[in-house]
């Protein structure tokens, strides 16, 4: 008898009888997706620019990538938020990022709809969606669209990936990691590489393997059914790192430095038609210092920094292209669709100068130029968390003018390629249509000929803000379905409709020409003022860079726009505008749990993000460890925080109790207990008394008195003159052991403590010195 199926929550169509010989059997219905549906693999970039890829003009090596453009469609008019999550969210769900909750990131949550950081569960994900419709569905990589207060054990995990439609999760939650010691997550857990540097480890390459792994995982067991995998490496943003044998293929590459490069780059752009004919490149940025200005040793280190960005970017490359050959092995390719874009134009936290630590760049505490060259030789690896300066930032973003973070169009005018031989006939060529992030979701339903959901797990559905742009994926004169969008990041404003763009930037055009400080506030009248006279006007269709501001020769035209902004902005939750920094990011919010001065860990468990980790910078605190010493004696990490860039360890070493301050990858201060532990059990005390007040403006932290204590009595103390002032990067603190980049090298990771260590409780009811402009710089940093 044939299989009689029927539709789940309808009536079982069958006869049920006293006996299986009166009945007959019937299933439900299992779902599944149609015949032949092909799969689809978004491939998100991180922080790379308009003129970083090969196929965009760039001289960085990107063979994979151009192959994909060159048998696909190149798009020359894909536009960004400016900012990671935000961008990240209209991708995912095809609304706008403040219709999402997601104004900017969720360190400067507010509350108010738009700008909450939660991403309502009426704006469904892709991933949900597809997984309705039989697909498999994997993320891979960079997550950041968790509540940062949300990424603990604690929860809740309704918004980290499992909880938004993916059946499988590999990556890390937040906005950046090291490349050589991740902050990695498995499905809903943390979990350690498997492998060091040393042994070869490097992130990217894992999460390729992961990649394939999740894929060959599924098609063995259902090989005709498609799958969802949503690709976020964590390149090309900081810490650039990389094998030194990438960077080292690029040497000399850039001597000649970025106003060259942008020339380069420009001119190749013209040729490979990606940019019109008759653009101008951009005017010089005025924060950016002249190549020729710099010293012979600035140069060599600037040009060093950009080689590694280039390695680090090709060898992304190189992994992305394993998946791909995996496709193909498993014959998969041709029915696979593949968009890659990126989150927002190049990023400009690595300084005027670069640095070889982002933790200095965080903390105030910039090296010199000639400490930096000290380390020019660890640039890419393990001991250092490097970004190069800003002169590269501009650069990559050819030909447009600034940067991440600007709504002008450096900030958020990006790369996007879509290749699928099986659907799509036209090869090799370039679309100007003007699209959006928010269109790639509606693109991709409409390629699969499946309509947006009218609820998602019982609940009722946004219309969505994005339109397909698949009508113009076989004809290049197919005209724009988008008019109009509106762009708003921490006050920065623009607006694009029909050709033409209007430009409100906030606090100024530049930093150099700025009238007011970053995060100004903007009160009425403050806004009033910069309605009225601060709008500027460019006629995008003429005018590809944005070189001449028309305002003047167009007012009406630039208070259209204006107005038109408004009404986008009360349509999207975009009001109240908010230029504020430092006050967002204190801004108090509910909290999962009640404020308290006392933490409790225990070997074993989790590590403890920064977010909702005990903050110690400038305070008095205390950490107390119950322990059990053998006989035989006992060392290992209590507990520790940070890392080899910078961060604490609180340990047993030879028998004595230590603390180690590690301020920036410059200074470790130590304090050693005068006499050993003996057996038993005990109670190991670390105090910290400051005894002067922090210098954020020279990055350096509260000086204090360093005190140990064996069972309540001093046994070691020490004066430490400085402590790191804001935050560390990696910051998550660790209880039992130092897996990864270790505080201080007296040890090798991970140090795990040989005895019993019972419970460490770290104590804070001291009163905290903060800076909030450098905490928002540093929060800013991460995205």
Request: hydrophobic share 35%; aromatic share 10%; with cysteine.
């Amino acid at each position: 008898m044939a299989l009689i199926e029927y539709t789940p929550g309808t009536a079982f169509p069958g006869p049920i009888g006293r006996t299986i010989d009166e009945s007959s059997p019937a299933w439900p219905r299992p779902v599944r997706a149609a015949s032949g549906a092909p799969n689809v693999v978004l491939i998100v970039f991180d922080d790379v620019g308009y003129g970083q890829l090969g196929c965009y003009g760039s001289p960085i090596a990107t063979p994979h990538l151009d192959a994909l453009a060159a048998d696909g469609l190149l798009y020359s008019n894909m536009h960004t938020t400016a900012l990671c999550s935000p961008s990240r969210s209209c991708i995912i769900t095809g609304r706008n990022h403040h219709a999402n909750g997601m104004a900017a990131i969720t360190e400067f949550a507010t509350g108010y709809p738009g700008y909450d950081g939660n991403i309502p569960f009426s704006n469904g994900f892709l991933s949900e969606m597809l997984l309705a419709r039989g697909y498999n569905t994997y993320a891979v990589g960079k997550w950041h669209l968790t509540p940062a207060d949300q990424e603990s054990a604690a929860g809740p995990y309704n918004r980290w990936p499992l909880g938004r439609g993916f059946e499988r999760f590999y990556g890390f939650l937040g906005g950046d990691t090291s490349q050589w010691y991740p902050d990695l997550v498995h499905d809903n857990h943390q979990v350690e590489p498997e492998r060091t540097p040393e042994e070869g480890y490097h992130l990217s390459e894992d999460l390729a393997d992961k990649a394939i792994q999740f894929v060959a995982d599924a098609k063995q067991a259902a090989p005709d059914k498609p799958f969802f995998l949503y690709f976020c490496p964590a390149a090309a943003h900081a810490p650039h790192h990389v094998p030194r044998e990438w960077a080292d293929r690029y040497k000399g590459r850039f001597d000649e430095g970025w106003e060259a490069y942008r020339e380069m780059v420009f001119d190749r752009q013209k040729q490979l038609g990606v940019i019109p004919a008759d653009a101008e490149l951009s005017e010089r940025d005025p924060d950016v210092p002249e190549w020729n200005s710099l010293s012979p040793d600035a140069r060599r280190l600037a040009a060093r920094m950009m080689e590694v960005y280039a390695g680090f970017l090709t060898h992304t490359d190189h992994h992305i292209g394993r998946v791909l050959d995996f496709l193909k092995e498993i014959g998969e390719f041709d029915n696979t669709i593949v968009a890659v874009v990126s989150d927002n134009g190049a990023s400009s936290e690595g300084g005027v100068t670069g640095t070889t630590n982002e933790l200095q760049f965080f903390n105030n505490a910039q090296e010199t130029l000639e400490e930096s060259l000290r380390d020019i030789d660890e640039l890419g690896g393990p001991a250092t968390f490097n970004h190069y300066p800003w002169g590269w930032t501009w650069a990559g973003n050819t030909p447009f003018r600034r940067w991440k973070r600007e709504t002008y169009r450096g900030g958020t005018s990006d790369p996007f390629l879509i290749h699928w031989p099986r659907g799509i006939a036209s090869r090799g060529e370039v679309r100007t249509q003007y699209a959006h992030l928010i269109d790639i979701l509606p693109t991709v339903l409409d390629l699969l000929d499946i309509e947006p959901p009218e609820t998602i797990n019982g609940v009722d559905q946004s219309p969505l803000h994005g339109v397909s742009f698949a009508h113009t994926l076989d004809d290049s004169a197919a005209p724009t379905l988008r008019h109009t969008q509106y762009f708003e990041m921490l006050g920065h404003r623009a607006i694009d409709h029909d050709g033409w763009r209007a430009v409100c930037p906030w606090p100024g055009p530049s930093f150099a020409e700025s009238k007011r400080p970053f995060g100004s506030p903007i009160t009425a009248d403050v806004l009033a003022d910069i309605d009225a006279g601060e709008w500027e006007l460019y006629h995008v269709a003429e005018d590809f860079a944005e070189n001449h501001n028309v305002a003047a020769q167009h007012p009406d035209k630039l208070a259209e726009l204006i107005q038109l902004w408004y009404a986008e902005a009360g349509k999207y939750q975009v009001l109240p505008i908010d230029g504020r920094a430092m006050a967002r990011l204190l801004e108090e919010r509910p909290q999962p749990t009640e404020n308290r001065t006392s933490y409790t860990l225990r070997p074993g468990t989790q590590m403890l993000p920064a977010t909702v980790a005990p903050r110690l910078f400038n305070r008095p605190h205390t950490i107390t460890a119950e322990v059990t010493i053998p006989a035989d004696g006992a060392e290992g990490v209590l507990l520790c925080e940070g890392g080899y860039t910078g961060g604490w360890s609180f340990y047993v070493q030879h028998g004595r109790l230590h603390y180690t301050h590690n301020y920036v990858r410059r200074s470790w201060f130590t304090v050693c207990s005068e006499e050993a532990i003996p057996a038993g059990r005990h109670r190991l005390g670390f105090e910290f008394q400051p005894t002067g007040l922090p210098d954020f403006t020279q990055g350096k932290g509260a000086p204090g008195r360093a005190l140990l204590y064996l069972d309540d009595r001093l046994v070691g103390e020490a004066d430490f003159p400085v402590t790191t002032p804001i935050i560390f990067n990696p910051g998550g603190l660790r209880c039992g052991a130092n897996p990864g980049s270790v505080v201080t090298s007296e040890y090798s990771a991970p140090f795990r403590f040989t005895g019993t260590l019972h419970s460490v409780t770290v104590d804070v009811s001291g009163t905290s010195i903060i800076d909030a402009a450098s905490e928002m710089r540093a929060a800013m940093a991460r995205q």
